[in-house]
């Protein structure tokens, strides 16, 4: 089966319709499927529900579909880096639907194994438990979490073979690996594409067998939050840079 597709729209052709549910991967911005991302844009497919830890940023990242009125919801972990999200969601445009951090991971873990449900005390006596069927084992309360699944998953790797084996790089692995199982079809996106078979199985992350279609990226890998440390006046750091800028 082919799975090597020229760009993003032709990997999505077909995949997209309005109304659907798609998981992204990355965390903040590490990870993050840009040319996808920037393809859902392109297509111009609305109302979409959109599984991701994060919402991106202002102007990058899934913060660009929020910017078009392109999502309609978020399940997520953490969106507190846009500005764009905060001002929808207080304005009543847009439905958000919190999850613990660990939570969302396992929940998009066991719609990949097929488990429709789980029990978690993360969040007993809080607002997301507000809703939710609350058990006891051994004493202790837990509530009960759904597993999800996606119409669509899209992620980012760091290496794919012609076969849709992936290998991930450092913290770009993330929700991206789980994600690959969760959703009915998965595109990803990789920067480098080698031939079959030139991959350790040993160091696979995800077997191609989860993966639809590749494209091979370009990307711009921003930095979310910039931080860097002075340096001391007069230190061997600052000598050093110095010498290196003569």
Avoid at 4 to 14: C, M, P, S
Avoid at 114 to 123: D, L
Avoid at 224 to 230: D, F, P
Wanted: with cysteine; proline share 3%.
């Amino acid at each position: 089966m082919r799975k090597i597709f020229t760009d993003a729209a032709a990997a999505l052709e077909g995949l997209t319709f309005d109304g659907m549910t798609v998981m992204s991967g990355g965390f903040g911005l590490c990870g993050i499927p840009e040319n996808l991302i920037a393809g859902l844009k392109a297509s111009g497919v609305k109302d979409l529900t959109v599984i991701s830890n994060n919402a991106g940023v202002d102007g990058f990242g899934l913060g660009q579909l929020l910017e078009t009125r392109q999502i309609a919801k978020m399940i997520s972990s953490y969106v507190g880096e846009n500005k764009e999200f905060e001002r929808q969601y207080l304005a009543g445009e847009l439905q958000l639907e919190f999850n613990p951090q660990g939570t969302l991971a396992e929940r998009i873990r066991a719609g990949g194994a097929g488990i429709p449900a789980f029990f978690t005390a993360t969040g007993v006596g809080t607002l997301v438990a507000e809703g939710k069927e609350v058990r006891e084992f051994d004493g202790r309360k837990y509530i009960m979490e759904t597993g999800l699944v996606a119409d669509l998953s899209i992620i980012k790797a760091w290496k794919a073979d012609a076969a849709g084996n992936l290998v991930f790089r450092k913290t770009a692995r993330n929700f991206n690996p789980m994600m690959a199982t969760a959703g009915k079809a998965c595109v990803v996106e990789v920067e480098h594409i080698v031939p079959t078979g030139t991959l350790d199985p040993d160091n696979i992350h995800t077997p191609g067998i989860y993966v639809d279609r590749i494209i091979l990226g370009t990307f711009e890998k921003r930095i979310e939050q910039r931080t860097i440390t002075q340096r001391e006046p007069g230190s061997s750091s600052e000598a050093v840079a110095k010498k290196e800028n003569a």
